[in-house]
């Protein structure tokens, strides 16, 4: 029979053991499905409730734009449509113009209560989708009636359309957009492809409390301003979009009263202020989720290929476009394949991140392109009373897209003032995104070119002109196309042991390891080694704290990858700690070769090539690893707890002990003599047993 008081403790560690690598593997499923998850999900699930939230508010604005002012202007002889006379609208499109504003406001108001989770998403999204396609509807049947000649005045010559027509197209527009894109999100949603709920952090949700804060700021800014100086409303409008934007057209378009010119001072900065924090959020959405869904996606698929580009016979593999490297598990240890591994993940990892990169600078640059072309083609046809042409449009929508505003010329039709608002707004968000990608390429490029410039003429570095000519040799080597290696060295597990031992002994002289110290001089070494391994994760969770504070983040060589695995258990140099290489990277079926797969079922073993690779995923390497060792942490705080003697008194995977004995193997004979010294009074404790 079993005895119970041996049993208990027994079971007790088993399951510790057993719920931690559980634990390991979900939080891994967790991380490889939110890695991998499909871009066009991530559009749906969070970034069409931003592009909502955004836009959402603005065609608001456009609504009460096109509310408060009247559809049809009566232009007298010599005059223009710009300065007619408003002709009263008919009661039918005031109260059917109202009403589509009010479905407006109701499915904004839904979606606002839905992103700060005060309203489920089963809920809000019918109504908010319900709210936005009511409102489209109403405000089409009006523009398509005061387009028609029973609502224009004849003769045509002599009226026109205001403003506010061509903001109700707009806010038409912008409601139909927003709500085909949110059905897509719920469809998405009730398919299970993603909670039904937004997942936006703090940041991107006060992207919409943002949006409409600045649509607020402007259109009562419009009031003062039409009150003051005596402008139609709408022309007060187009006045405080250019202010806030800091074009400054100047000519007409200028404060002449004293009281305009008083509250401008205030309401120039507000509305800076306002601005900023808009393309803040929109940079933030960019860099903490775009950046992150389009890196994992080109990671992944570069992934792929190159294990299914293996050969063996040739003993190489495609890691790009021409770019072969050597890549063969024939003849090495389990420790050389894995680090062969690393050095391949890390390569794939660099064409990745370039790639990424310069991807997202083309579509961005497209994306402006785009509007500053398609910009001035509207442009050119709304001003055709004044004479543009195509040129003189692409030339007033580049300054204006730049911000200089000459003022040599401004847009003056009803038609060309609306769209300027709207145009210039949508520029807001796309030249934030074109700038960030820019800084990562071209600026970055032109950066480290004057650096490097400056280094070989007039600030020349430290190690001197010689060194820096090589090291840029050596930069562009390792960019060229060709057979190149992998960058694994054989037999360099010595010294990563020694990089290994002269960075635990650095530990040893602080006087916080006294309690070890004097567990060793009572001939308890097991206990010396088990508070000396605490002391180091405690020590190493401060080190990778800081590293987290990196910009960018902190990337290790393999050596520090190896010491940092040893300390949670993940020992390089054990093959039982990480999977089996199979024995034949080709598959007969064609498929790509899994090396990532674990043997045995032990799901919680990774490759380096593998899904489950530290280098792959959303995390940084500083917070991969910081989670790591604060759970290996928190184990052995547990186990620290064990009523089980024998689970209390494991061997920790770094010691002390070992220490001493390969500085007494003679290893490194410079690095020993300092170590030594520094532990050299625990030579006299006795460890005849070491």
Known sequence: MNDPGLDEPQQEAVEDVE?????????????????????????????????????????????????????????????????????????????????????????????????????????????????????????????????????????????????????????????????????????????????????????????????????????????????????????????????????????????????????????????????????????????????????????????????????????????????????????LSENQRREQEFHVMRRLQTLSERKRRYTALAISATAALLLWFIGALIFMYSEEPQGWSYFVSLYYAYISLLTIGYGDFVVESNAGKAFFVFWSQLAVPTLTILISNMGDTVIKGFKDFTIWLGSITVLPDEEGLAKTLKLGWERIKTGRIGHQKAGYRNGSSGTSEQRTQDRLAAYVENEELGRAEEAGEHGDFLERDIRFYHYVLVKEVRELMKDIENSPPKEYDYHEWQYYLRLIGQDEHDPSHHRQPRAHANRDDGEAPDIGAADGGQKHTWSWLGIRSPLMGNQSEPQWLLQRLTGTLESEMRRMSSSDERVRKAQPPISMSELTKKRRSGESSDETKTLNKQVGHTKRRGEKDV
């Open 19 to 331: 719920n931690r690598i559980q634990s390991e593997d979900q939080q891994a499923e967790r991380e490889e499905r939110e890695y991998l998850d499909p871009s066009r999900w991530w559009f749906a699930s969070t970034a069409i409730p931003l592009i909502a939230g955004t836009f959402g508010p603005m065609a608001n604005a456009f609504s009460i734009c096109a509310l408060t002012v009247e559809w049809r202007v009566y232009i007298p002889p010599g005059k223009t449509e710009a300065t007619g006379t408003k002709l009263r609208d008919p009661r039918w499109l005031i109260a059917v113009n109202s009403v589509s504003l009010a479905f407006a406001l109701i499915a904004n108001i839904s979606l606002l209560l839905n992103m700060s989770r005060r309203l489920s998403f089963a809920v809000a999204q019918p109504i908010t989708i319900t709210g936005f396609y009511m409102a489209s509807f109403l405000l089409i049947a009006l523009v398509s009636v005061a387009s028609s000649e029973i609502f224009r005045i004849q003769p045509m010559e002599t009226h026109a359309l205001s403003q506010a027509f061509y903001y109700g197209i707009l806010a038409a527009a912008i409601y139909f957009i927003i709500a085909c894109l949110l059905s897509f999100t719920a469809y998405g949603a009730f398919k299970g492809h993603y909670a039904k709920e937004f997942r936006l952090t703090a940041s991107q949700r006060t992207l919409m409390l943002q949006t409409i804060a600045f649509m607020v700021y402007l259109l009562l800014g419009a009031v003062v301003y039409s009150k003051t100086e005596g402008w139609d409303y709408l022309d007060a409008v187009f006045f405080t979009n250019f202010t806030l934007l800091t074009i400054g057209f100047g000519g007409q378009w200028v404060p002449v009263t004293h009281t305009a010119r008083s509250f401008t001072i205030p309401f120039a900065i507000g509305g800076l202020v306002t601005v900023g924090l808009v393309i803040g959020s929109i940079r933030t959405l960019i860099l903490e989720h775009g950046k992150q869904k389009m890196a994992a996606r080109f990671m992944e698929v570069r992934r792929q290929k190159a294990l299914a580009s293996i050969d063996n016979e040739t003993r190489t593999m495609l890691i790009g476009w021409l770019r072969k490297i050597e890549f063969s598990e024939k003849g």
